[in-house]
Structures are given as C-alpha cells and as structure tokens.
C-alpha cells in the first residue's frame, strides 16, 4: 500500500460526510451552527444531530490533510530541482485560485440551494458581530489563507511545528473568551481570530484554522522521518487524544459554553466556530484513528468510489454543491431524515461519474497546468 492511499480514503470519506451535511441544508433544510457566544440551536432528534455530527470531521479534516499534502508535495518537488522560492510560488497562485473559485463558483452554488427554500422554512443563524451583514466568506477562504501562510512553514523543523499548533490555539481560546458578544469586530479581528458578521462574514478565521493546518503538516513531517509507516503510532496518538478530550470536557472547559451536560448529546455538543480545544482533540484524534483503520483497507472495486472522490476532493467540493442544490428544487419545505439520506445517496451517482470524467480530464494535463490545482 502507497501511504497516499490511506489520506485518498480519508480524504474521500469525509467528501462523504460533508455532502450529508450540504444535503440537509438544501434538501432537509436543516442546518445547526455551533458558534461561539451564542445560545445553540436544540436537535429536534438524535438522528438529526448524528447528521451534524458526522460533518463535524469535515473541515478539520481538510485542514489537516492540506496540511500533510502541502509537506508531501513540498519534498516531491524539491526531489525534482525545484526550488523553495518555486514550491511557495506554487502555492500562492494555489491559494489565489481557491479565493477565485470560491466566488464564481461556490457562491453561485450556494446561493442556487437556498433560492428555493420556502419563505416560511427556517431563519437566519444566529452569529455574532453588530452588522446586519458583511461580504460572505467559507472554508474555501480558510484554506487558501492558511494555505498562504503555511507556505513559509515548509521547512520548518517539528519542534517549530508543535509550537505554531499550541499557540493557534491557546491565542484564540484565549481572545473568544475575553471578547464582549455585543461589540464589533474589526476586519483584522475577523480574518485572524474572530468568527462572525461585520463588514466580512467570516466563519473560518486564520490562526485557529492555521493550527490544524500546521497539525497536518507535522503528522506528514513525522512520516518523512521514518522509514516504515507509522500509522500505528497515529492510533496512539488518536486514542490520547479523545482521552484527553474526555478529560477536559468533564471539566467544561476548553468549549467557549458553560454546560450543564444531562445527556450524550450535550456532552459530544462542541463549539466548532471557532475550533475549542475540546473540539480539536475529539475530532483530530478520530481523523488519526482513521488514517490507522484506512491503513488497514485496499484498494478495490468496493472501496475505488471512496479513493476516486479523495482524488479529486475539490471539484466534488464544487460539483456537489449544484447536485443537491438542484435536488432541493423539489423539497422547499424539507424533507425527513431517511428521504434525506435516500437524495443523499442519488446525488452521489452523478457525482462519481462526474469526479471519474474529471479524474481522466486532469490526468492528461500538464503538471503546471491550473486544472492540477482543483
């Protein structure tokens, strides 16, 4: 087994998980946001929450792997005389492309899934800041600025690595916590460590984002190191980290919410905009315990839809966007969980045809070629 292979199935596996999420919202025209500050919606059921819940592994779990991608094709290509000053101009015109995308295509996609929701379906989240509302950004945004300024991490040793990680996150606990939930927010506050509405709506801030990302990279740095995989120790890892994390939300703390836990639910309830440290550790240990199951997989015709959509990650991003936003075309009031998941699972048809076309279409381009960057 390649050691690409296992980060294909992961990556593909949460492309899954986040078309679940993205279906519920055009589809189910259900959608929970757990953001910092502000009281949290209930779940109408389990089944609903176990919805959200599975999303949760999505966005770090691009971040992270971003993260392990951008070391691993930092050292192909130095292997192949490029330069740093190359790999780093690759990146940046990587990042550029992705902000690109995220408004010609994504915004369009998003805004066709919600034009035919009815009037009556739902209302606005409820998100901090004072403005009615501000230029919109997503996890696209996120990626392409940590992509940036990871770009000047890709040598760095990981002792320097481990320190960026901790100190993403002990900045921003630490900011959210002091922050007056009335006030404003400056633009600079908002790209760096604040989630929430003002002249941008941001929900993915660079330095708490940046730190999974740096995560990432320090994971495939420790492959590098190593001649034999070391997927073992990831399953270590993984397991003291939702230890730790069972630890600490005992307590209440690391989570930006004062809980009162009476169930399973309120317990695994965790503030995900932005990232807590509890919310890290849970999510971040189970992405290292999959890698280890994945590990343990091959690739065969049963597993080959999960490796086709790891492959090409950001154009099913795009595509699964218009799939089931146009599926929502024939349920404006919402659907029930199980004609939820059934529209979930006619929507991937399409979607592995149109992935596989693609596959083919970039395949036959050249390496510098803008197609080899979606």
Same mark, same amino acid.
């Given at each position: 087994?390649?050691?690409?292979?296992?980060?294909?199935?992961?990556? $593909?596996? *949460?492309?899954?998980?986040?078309?679940?999420?993205?279906?519920?919202?055009?589809?189910?025209?259900?959608?929970?946001?757990?953001?910092?500050?502000? &009281?949290?919606?209930?779940?109408?059921?389990?089944?609903?929450?176990?919805?959200?819940?599975?999303?949760?592994?999505?966005?770090?779990?691009?971040?992270?792997?971003?993260?392990?991608?951008?070391?691993?094709?930092?050292?192909?290509?130095?292997?192949?005389?490029?330069?740093?000053?190359?790999?780093?101009?690759?990146?940046?015109?990587?990042?550029?492309? *992705?902000?690109?995308?995220?408004?010609?295509?994504?915004?369009?996609?998003?805004?066709?899934?919600?034009?035919?929701?009815?009037?009556?379906?739902?209302?606005?989240? &409820?998100?901090?800041?004072?403005?009615?509302?501000?230029?919109?950004?997503?996890?696209?945004?996120?990626?392409?600025?940590?992509?940036?300024?990871?770009?000047?991490?890709?040598?760095?040793?990981?002792?320097?690595?481990?320190?960026?990680?901790?100190?993403?996150?002990?900045?921003?606990?630490?900011?959210?916590?002091?922050?007056?939930?009335?006030?404003?927010?400056?633009?600079?506050?908002?790209?760096?460590?604040?989630?929430?509405?003002?002249?941008?709506?941001?929900?993915?801030?660079?330095?708490?984002? +940046?730190?999974?990302?740096?995560?990432?990279?320090?994971?495939?740095?420790?492959?590098?190191?190593?001649?034999?995989?070391?997927?073992?120790? +990831?399953?270590?890892?993984?397991?003291?980290?939702?230890?730790?994390?069972?630890?600490?939300?005992?307590?209440?703390?690391?989570?930006?919410?004062?809980?009162?836990?009476?169930?399973?639910?309120?317990?695994?309830?965790?503030?995900?905009?932005?990232?807590?440290?509890?919310?890290?550790?849970?999510?971040?240990?189970?992405?290292? *315990?999959?890698?280890?199951?994945?590990?343990?997989?091959?690739?065969?015709?049963?597993?080959?839809?999960?490796?086709?959509? $790891?492959?090409?990650?950001?154009?099913?991003?795009?595509?699964?966007?218009?799939?089931?936003?146009?599926?929502?075309?024939?349920?404006?009031? $919402?659907?029930?969980?199980?004609?939820?998941? +059934?529209?979930?699972?006619?929507?991937?048809?399409?979607?592995?045809?149109?992935?596989?076309?693609?596959?083919?279409?970039?395949?036959?381009?050249?390496?510098?070629?803008?197609?080899?960057? *979606?």
């Amino acid at each position: 087994m390649t050691r690409q292979l296992p980060i294909d199935f992961l990556r $593909g596996t *949460i492309m899954l998980l986040m078309a679940i999420d993205h279906a519920s919202a055009f589809i189910g025209r259900t959608h929970y946001f757990e953001i910092w500050g502000v &009281e949290l919606s209930p779940y109408d059921s389990a089944g609903w929450f176990l919805t959200r819940f599975v999303s949760h592994f999505c966005a770090p779990g691009f971040f992270m792997l971003m993260g392990m991608s951008m070391i691993f094709l930092t050292e192909n290509r130095l292997s192949k005389n490029w330069s740093l000053g190359e790999v780093r101009k690759y990146f940046w015109k990587r990042g550029g492309l *992705i902000i690109l995308l995220m408004i010609f295509v994504e915004f369009p996609g998003w805004g066709l899934g919600m034009m035919s929701a009815s009037p009556s379906v739902g209302g606005a989240n &409820e998100v901090p800041g004072t403005l009615i509302m501000g230029i919109p950004t997503t996890v696209l945004f996120g990626l392409a600025v940590s992509m940036l300024v990871g770009s000047w991490m890709l040598r760095w040793k990981e002792w320097q690595l481990i320190m960026v990680t901790v100190s993403c996150f002990l900045l921003s606990g630490w900011y959210i916590e002091q922050l007056d939930i009335e006030g404003s927010f400056s633009i600079l506050e908002q790209i760096l460590l604040v989630p929430g509405k003002g002249y941008l709506m941001v929900i993915y801030p660079l330095i708490p984002w +940046l730190g999974v990302t740096t995560f990432g990279m320090l994971i495939a740095r420790r492959m590098l190191a190593f001649k034999t995989p070391i997927y073992q120790r +990831l399953l270590v890892l993984g397991l003291l980290f939702l230890g730790v994390f069972v630890g600490i939300r005992a307590t209440g703390f690391g989570n930006f919410q004062i809980d009162n836990y009476h169930d399973w639910i309120s317990f695994l309830t965790l503030i995900k905009y932005p990232p807590s440290v509890s919310f890290f550790l849970m999510i971040t240990g189970v992405l290292c *315990i999959l890698l280890w199951c994945f590990s343990k997989i091959e690739l065969t015709k049963y597993t080959e839809p999960i490796h086709l959509f $790891g492959q090409t990650a950001m154009f099913f991003y795009l595509a699964h966007l218009y799939v089931y936003a146009i599926i929502g075309f024939f349920f404006p009031n $919402g659907s029930g969980l199980p004609l939820l998941y +059934l529209c979930w699972a006619i929507g991937l048809i399409p979607l592995y045809f149109l992935c596989r076309w693609y596959l083919k279409f970039k395949k036959g381009k050249a390496k510098d070629s803008i197609w080899k960057m *979606i």
